[in-house]
C-alpha cells in the first residue's frame, strides 16, 4: 500500500534541492499515470500548480484555450509525485452517478461501484474533471460542501466518505467559469458564482515557440527540424490572430481570414501524421500539406487560408 511522504519539490521537478516540501506516495499504484519522459513543463506548471501543490490544499480550475495542453500538465506533476488520478470528463447531461457512484453488475451480483470521485477521496487521490464547465450549475452546486473539505455522503447508500489527507480536485476547463465570450466553445455554462468562488484560478496558456520546438523534436526526433519550425511558426501565428493580437504585415492579410487557431495538441498530431503519410513524398505529394489536412479539424475554406498561410511560412525559413 502506498504511503503518503514528502518530496523536495525542487529535486523532484528540477533537480536540484529546495528545501520546498512536497506531498506525494512512496509508490506507484494502478491508478498513477504513467510519467511522459517526452514533456517539457510549461511555465504555468511550474509558476503556478506546483506552487499551489506546495502550500495548499483548495481546489484548482485551471482554465486555458483547447490543446494547450492543461490535463497532460497535471498528469505530468501527479506522476512525478506517483499520484493516483480518477478521470472524467464533463458532459451537458452528466448526473451525480457518474461522480458518486452506482449500481452494477459483478459475476451477476448486484453490487455498488464507486464513481471517480468516491474512489478519489478513498484513496487521497486527484479527482481530474475535465471540461467543467460543461456540467450543469445545479449539479456543480452539488459539489460544494466536498469543495469546501466536507466529507461525500452517497445518497443512494447512506455511506459517508471521509476524504483521505493527499484528496485533492483539480478542474480543467477552456472558460473561467463565467460563460464563453469568443463563441469557440459552444456549449459551455456560466457557472454560479459561490461554486466558481471556491476554486484557485489557474490559467493556462501555449508554450512559446522556443519551448515547443524543444517540445516536438524530443518527440519526434526524426522529423526534419526545419520542418518542425514553420510548424510551431505557422502554430503561433493562428494563435496571435484569434486572439486579436498584432501580426506582422508578411502575415497580417492571410491571418485576418483565420477562424481556426493550431494547438499544442494539433501540432503532436500533424507531427505524427507527417510521419505516417511520408512515403507519399514519392508520389510527387506535399506530404506537410496533406498531413496538415488529417490533423486540424475546419471548414475546406479556413483550410485553404491555413495552407496558404504555411506556404509563405515556409517559404521564409527556407
Not at 476524504?163 to 469557440?184: C, H, Q, R, V, Y
Amino acid at each position: 500500500m502506498a504511503t503518503y511522504v514528502n518530496y523536495d519539490a525542487g529535486k523532484l521537478f528540477a533537480g536540484k534541492a529546495s528545501g520546498n516540501l512536497i506531498a506525494g506516495y512512496d509508490q506507484a499504484t494502478e491508478d498513477v499515470p504513467p510519467l511522459r519522459r517526452d514533456y517539457i513543463p510549461q511555465e504555468w506548471v511550474a509558476r503556478d500548480l506546483i506552487p499551489q501543490l506546495i502550500n495548499y490544499n483548495e481546489p484548482i480550475w485551471i482554465s486555458g484555450p483547447t490543446g494547450c495542453g492543461k490535463t497532460l500538465g497535471v498528469k505530468w506533476v501527479a506522476a512525478r509525485l506517483r499520484y493516483p488520478v480518477f478521470e472524467i470528463t464533463a458532459t451537458p447531461d452528466m448526473s451525480a452517478s457518474d461522480l458518486f457512484g452506482h449500481i452494477g453488475l459483478e459475476n451477476g451480483e448486484t453490487v455498488w461501484v464507486d464513481g471517480a470521485l468516491a474512489c478519489a477521496m478513498k484513496q487521497g487521490g486527484i479527482f481530474l474533471l475535465n471540461e467543467i464547465d460543461y456540467l450543469q450549475p445545479s449539479l456543480a452546486a452539488g459539489l460544494n460542501t466536498v469543495l469546501d473539505g466536507s466529507p461525500l455522503r452517497i445518497p443512494d447508500t447512506g455511506e459517508v466518505i471521509v476524504p483521505e489527507p493527499g484528496f485533492k480536485f483539480i478542474a480543467t476547463a477552456n472558460t473561467n467559469g463565467n460563460g464563453d465570450i469568443s463563441g469557440l466553445y459552444v456549449g459551455t455554462n456560466a457557472q454560479n458564482m459561490a461554486f466558481v468562488n471556491r476554486f484557485i484560478n489557474i490559467s493556462a496558456s501555449y508554450v512559446n515557440e522556443k519551448q515547443e520546438m524543444a517540445f516536438l523534436i524530443k518527440a519526434y526526433p526524426n522529423l526534419d527540424k526545419t520542418i518542425i519550425s514553420y510548424m510551431v511558426k505557422l502554430a503561433g501565428l493562428t494563435r496571435k490572430a484569434l486572439a486579436g493580437e498584432k501580426i506582422s504585415s508578411d502575415y497580417s492579410d492571410i491571418t485576418q481570414e483565420l477562424t481556426t487557431a493550431i494547438s499544442t495538441r494539433s501540432l503532436m498530431r500533424w507531427a505524427k501524421q507527417i510521419e505516417i503519410y511520408k512515403p507519399l513524398a514519392k508520389a510527387g505529394i506535399n506530404v506537410v500539406e496533406y498531413a496538415l489536412e488529417r490533423s486540424v479539424t475546419t471548414d475546406s475554406a479556413s483550410m485553404s487560408v491555413l495552407k496558404a498561410l504555411l506556404q509563405r511560412v515556409a517559404g521564409s525559413t527556407k
